[in-house]
């Protein structure tokens, strides 16, 4: 029997879906079938009698009325203080209603952006048509759509842009806010989605011409919901910001820092040293300083700017621009350690030994000047002997130590033993224009792996420095991979010749020998990515349950706080643990750490999430010219409805569909990862050399669709349409039948 829901319940699901409360959805949301059904309309009845629902019958209604309750969207107050709400549920073709929102001293406070299930009567009024009355409030998340809008003689539709989704939206002509056709628009549900027919949509604002080169990340910041504009109060106060003296701080400005990023950095927030130990106790060994811009001196907490950054999480990065955590009188002025102008920072002097082991450390709140702004390559150069003429007069006081210091400090990680995964990094190179000129992948120089080391000291420092302090922070977290995740991993490696041990506790040189086992085969890369895949994701959190991927019991972010609102806590913490003034970690930061944590892990999924897109749409975009060319690739991933290929030439990703893989049925092994042919036999699996022909490249989806000619070489098999459900196929379900057979056995022996 079925358990009813009670109901508490239901009026919990009926509060956070309101377009979903007939008794089919309830039953639905539920699980309740059958007989149960009548014990679930005595509940729903009981709960109309007692005035918690009101039903709605199902007759036929003016369309140019409002619903007696409806779902309504609550506005910012206007000048007179009233407060109007949008009702969500307009179906009429004429111009929305108004509705005025009259609030009892009982209701709770409400905001812009609120949506309600209010109580709505009809009144005569210049002003207004309805008023409304508060049942409830039911969230802020209005369901919300991007796509392209096509105009027809009465209103028009609205086809999606995600790859995923394939269902269009229906426009009123009163809602199309004047769109024209072709334009790529922002929609939000109108009125309750229905089993019938295709859901309604009210245009909220028109964004232009989606096949514009600077459409594809304003589609993705518009997509995840990344907010793109600071409020004006936020800016005020980064522009009323003034730079930060020398008062209460250590003068670093003698000490030669430089700054190492990539030729098109936008800003610079961290700089390094480092020279010869002279302390006699410590033969060989090295001193390295870090030092990053102190944001937490301009960014304090409960301000326009801090909740500003906190709201954000993290810049996002797109080829063709940057959406800042920070307003760029600060990440691209105060905060950025440009050459030769005293910056503000939070600065650490590490000791290291010979073995590049860090056996000390010491922070300060100080003053730097930056000795240069130097690039990857031109550093590299010059070490490799070809120095420029800004690098030339640095060679040997400032970038052989700094290389030296490095060495050292590479026998440690070695020793250390952290995941050493070889993933080339895709650059897409955009013209004037901004259209796609160029993909290519990214260099990797000494010079990259010497500041990524020096920063992964100077945050595991931080970490140390503040567990001693005894002062809460967040750490950066990465935990184990999952037993699952390992037998997948497991399962690849031995498809490929390699093996992973198996009944140990995993260590990062278990990994690390499987790596090194492929590094130099045609599975290199296969093994890389699937090592990455068994990963989980990083995120933050006030415990300390250790970095599995880098090896290390304690970490956190300290190195970037322009981008990462983290490493603004950890500064701040860091400010209230040594005293170094009133602008540090508040008692509202300590009260919402895990909050905040949970928040700031979200948005940097979102970001990961929006650059991937854009990456995909340019990628596309680039392809489109080249559709009916054939491509070699790799297979990526196994799906019941396709194959995956990751293309050699750009590593973009395409997607060939089961039904072009010939005429025969495809049984797909979730635990294998494999596709079968139900006549040939003909196993597909994760790593196997493809040749694929492009047939279709959809730039505002980022969609690649692919043809698959050869298969390791071989064209392929096509089997017979007579041929579904007969051969292996048959096989396949006796055997599945048997071992179903068993599973049921042995688990009534365990009972």
Excluded at 311 to 338: A, E, I, Q, W
Excluded at 386 to 404: F, Q, S
């Amino acid at each position: 029997m079925t358990q009813i829901p009670s109901k508490s319940e239901i009026l919990a699901w009926i509060a956070d879906n309101p377009t979903q409360t007939s008794k089919r959805d309830i039953a639905k949301a539920f699980g309740v079938k059958g007989a149960d059904r009548i014990d679930l309309k005595r509940v729903l009845k009981e709960l109309e009698a007692e005035g918690h629902l009101e039903k709605r019958r199902k007759t036929y209604r003016d369309p140019d009325k409002l619903p007696p309750v409806s779902v309504l969207q609550v506005q910012a107050p206007n000048d007179q203080g009233d407060i109007f709400v949008r009702p969500l549920e307009w179906q009429g073709e004429g111009p929305e209603p108004r509705v005025l929102f009259v609030a009892r001293q009982s209701d709770p406070a409400l905001g812009t952006g609120d949506r309600i299930l209010g109580r709505l009567t009809e009144v005569r009024d210049e002003t207004h048509q309805y008023e409304a009355r508060l049942i409830r409030k039911i969230g802020v998340n209005p369901v919300r759509i991007l796509g392209v809008f096509r105009k027809h003689t009465e209103g028009g539709r609205i086809k999606p842009i995600d790859k995923g989704a394939d269902k269009e939206w229906q426009v009123a002509e009163g809602a199309t806010l004047a769109a024209k056709d072709g334009e790529l628009v922002e929609a939000e549900l109108a009125g309750p989605k229905t089993r019938l027919g295709l859901p309604r949509a009210r245009i909220v604002e028109r964004l232009g011409d989606p096949s514009a080169p600077k459409a594809v990340s304003l589609i993705a910041i518009h997509q995840h919901g990344i907010p793109d504009a600071f409020p004006d109060a936020v800016i005020a106060e980064a522009d009323r910001a003034k730079p930060a003296g020398l008062s209460g701080r250590e003068d670093l400005r003698p000490v030669p820092l430089i700054t190492i990023d990539p030729a098109d950095a936008r800003d610079h927030d961290d700089a390094c040293y480092a020279e010869p130990d002279d302390d006699p106790k410590n033969a060989g060994g090295h001193i390295v300083w870090v030092a990053i811009a102190d944001v937490a001196h301009y960014v304090t907490p409960g301000s326009a700017l801090d909740r500003e950054a906190r709201k954000r999480g993290n810049s996002t990065y797109f080829p063709d621009r940057v959406v800042p955590m920070l307003p760029d009188r600060l990440s691209g002025d105060l905060c950025s350690l440009h050459e030769g102008v005293p910056r503000a920072c939070i600065a650490v002097r590490m000791q290291l030994n010979a073995a590049g082991e860090k056996i000390g450390h010491r922070f300060v709140r100080g003053l730097m000047q930056s000795a240069a702004s130097l690039n990857y390559e031109e550093v590299q150069a010059a070490i490799d002997g070809a120095p420029n003429e800004k690098c030339g007069p640095l060679l040997d006081d400032v970038l052989k130590p700094l290389y030296a210091a490095y060495a050292a400090a590479r026998k440690a990680r070695a020793a250390r033993q952290p995941l050493d995964l070889d993933l080339p990094e895709r650059k897409i190179v955009l013209s004037d224009d901004g259209t796609v000129a160029a993909v290519s992948f990214r260099d990797r120089f000494d010079a990259h792996r010497l500041i990524e080391e020096f920063m992964i000291l100077a945050n595991v420092a931080a970490a140390e420095e503040l567990t001693k302090l005894r002062r809460p922070l967040l750490f950066r977290v990465h935990e184990e991979p999952s037993p699952e995740k390992l037998d997948a991993l497991r399962e690849v490696a031995q498809a490929s010749g390699f093996t992973l041990a198996k009944g140990q506790v995993l260590k990062t040189a278990h990994l690390n020998n499987l790596l090194d086992a492929a590094l130099g085969t045609e599975f290199s890369e296969l093994i890389n990515i699937s090592t990455l895949r068994s990963m989980t994701q990083a995120y933050y959190a006030p415990e300390n349950f250790g970095h599995f991927g880098l090896a290390l019991r304690s970490y956190a972010h300290f190195t970037s706080p322009i981008r990462r609102y983290a490493d603004l806590i950890v500064h701040r913490a860091l400010i209230t643990g040594h005293g170094w003034g009133k602008d540090g970690l508040s008692p509202a930061d300590i009260d919402m750490l895990e909050e905040t944590a949970t928040h700031i892990s979200e948005t940097e999924r979102r970001s990961m999430a929006a650059e991937r897109d854009t990456t995909d749409r340019y990628l596309a975009s680039y392809l489109s010219e080249r559709v009916g060319n054939e491509f070699t690739g790799r297979i990526a991933g196994i799906a019941k409805f396709g194959v995956f290929v990751k293309l050699d030439e750009t590593g973009a990703d395409g997607l060939v569909p089961i039904r072009e893989l010939g005429n025969e049925y495809f049984h797909h092994d979730r635990d294998a990862n494999t596709l079968m042919g139900s006549d040939t036999g003909l196993i597909i699996g994760m790593g196997q050399r493809v040749t694929v022909r492009l047939t279709e490249a959809v730039p505002v989806t980022g969609g690649l669709m692919l043809e698959l000619l050869t298969l390791d070489g071989k064209t392929l098999p096509r089997g017979s349409s007579r041929g579904r459900g007969t051969g292996p196929r048959r096989r396949m379900t006796k055997a599945k039948t048997k071992a179903a057979k068993v599973k049921r056995k042995v688990a009534r022996k365990r009972r």
